[in-house]
């Protein structure tokens, strides 16, 4: 892949509230959009135009509100969603077209209708909006003879950029390279992006391959809300991009724990507490063997830095895999100093309350299981 910035759009407004009983107010998603800007995320698909009166209103206060992001409406390959989008102030349009068999049959279309309709509503577009993006939905499971006439045409048009949506989920790591190698072999200067959802719970993952096999930008959701299983996770991306592809995306880190939970809150989607970056446990421990390591190098059993992405560190869990030098040092930060014999009784009676209440222990708890020798 060549040196290039990775470039991340947000669609946590449009395709995070798409999911299935999640309704934001325009406070919350103006606090979204607030959050995400100080975050740095540099373009937001804030909505879609089309589907009420209501929807156009809060596009248009989002897109007037001063942030410093740019915006993007989600709109159908219809010169009618053009124009609903223009009446909002969006700086761009994002227009989508089904590309593979199943979405194309389902709604009475051919190939021959979407290169058709493109060469139209590009035009159109184009004469509206500075930044024209075009999507190619279910592309994943579209022919790829057709998905290269597809782009070609995009961009002939006028696109601004690709989206090469997996609809559906279905990709895994290795197709998603293999098909963004083809499509850098076929074009490469055109600016793809890739959009992901989860339904195998790879979207994540095939997004992370993408970026580093040919895309430029991808789209996401804070906390991976979206349709069904949902969509590739914001904060994950970006400290999967860091940490282990080691290529940054210009997003301040430090912003992304506060953001996941004001959306968990605002979509009243629970999050598991073994989520990676933002969950209860992502940074928590209690195996003896790790503690040990831990108490001398964090870096021992812990890659994200609590700090980096706004959290503080996590007290150790006091359980059933304790050892002792997680009670020493739990002890000796309240001005008590064991012995090893003290050590070792409290450690005992730690693995035998854990056992029977079958859960950790809490600090009051592990404090009341010192007895001093006398």
Request: glycine share 8%.
């Amino acid at each position: 892949m060549k040196d290039q910035k990775i470039h991340i759009i947000d669609t946590t407004l449009r395709d995070g509230e798409q999911a299935a009983g999640v309704v934001f107010s325009l406070e919350e998603k103006l606090k979204i959009a607030a959050m995400l800007d100080e975050a740095g995320v540099p373009e937001l698909e804030i909505g879609t135009p089309a589907i009420s009166p209501q929807e156009r209103e809060n596009i248009k206060v989002l897109v007037h509100s001063g942030f410093s992001f740019d915006t993007l409406a989600w709109c159908r390959a219809m010169c009618s969603d053009i124009d609903e989008a223009a009446a909002t102030g969006a700086k761009g349009v994002h227009i989508s077209f089904p590309v593979s068999s199943i979405h194309l049959h389902a709604l009475g279309k051919n190939e021959l209708w979407v290169m058709k309709r493109m060469g139209e509503v590009l035009k159109y577009a184009s004469g509206l909006f500075h930044n024209v993006t075009v999507g190619a939905q279910d592309a994943s499971r579209a022919g790829f003879p057709f998905l290269v006439d597809f782009v070609g045409q995009a961009m002939c048009c006028g696109a601004s950029r690709v989206r090469i949506a997996d609809t559906v989920g279905i990709m895994n790591p290795f197709s998603v390279s293999k098909l963004f190698i083809r499509l850098q072999k076929e074009y490469p200067h055109v600016p793809f992006e890739f959009h992901g959802h989860n339904d195998l719970g790879m979207a994540t993952a095939n997004t992370f391959t993408a970026l580093c096999s040919g895309a430029s930008a991808a789209s996401v959701t804070v906390n991976g809300l979206g349709e069904r299983s949902g969509n590739a996770v914001l904060e994950e991306v970006v400290m999967a991009l860091s940490l282990s592809g080691h290529k940054g995306c210009g997003i301040h880190t430090e912003c992304l724990s506060e953001l996941s939970a004001f959306v968990r809150e605002a979509s009243g989607r629970v999050l598991s507490d073994m989520k990676p970056i933002t969950g209860t446990f992502a940074i928590s421990h209690e195996s003896g063997i790790h503690t040990q390591c831990l108490l001398n190098d964090r870096n021992t059993y812990q890659i994200i830095n609590a700090a980096a992405v706004g959290r503080n560190e996590e007290p150790f869990v006091f359980g059933k895999h304790s050892g002792r030098a997680a009670i020493s040092g739990f002890f000796s930060s309240k001005g008590y100093q064991l012995s090893s014999e003290e050590s070792a009784d409290i450690l005992q009676n730690v693995k035998q309350e854990s056992l029977k209440l079958k859960r950790s222990l809490s600090e009051s708890e592990l404090l009341r299981l010192y007895k001093p020798r006398v």
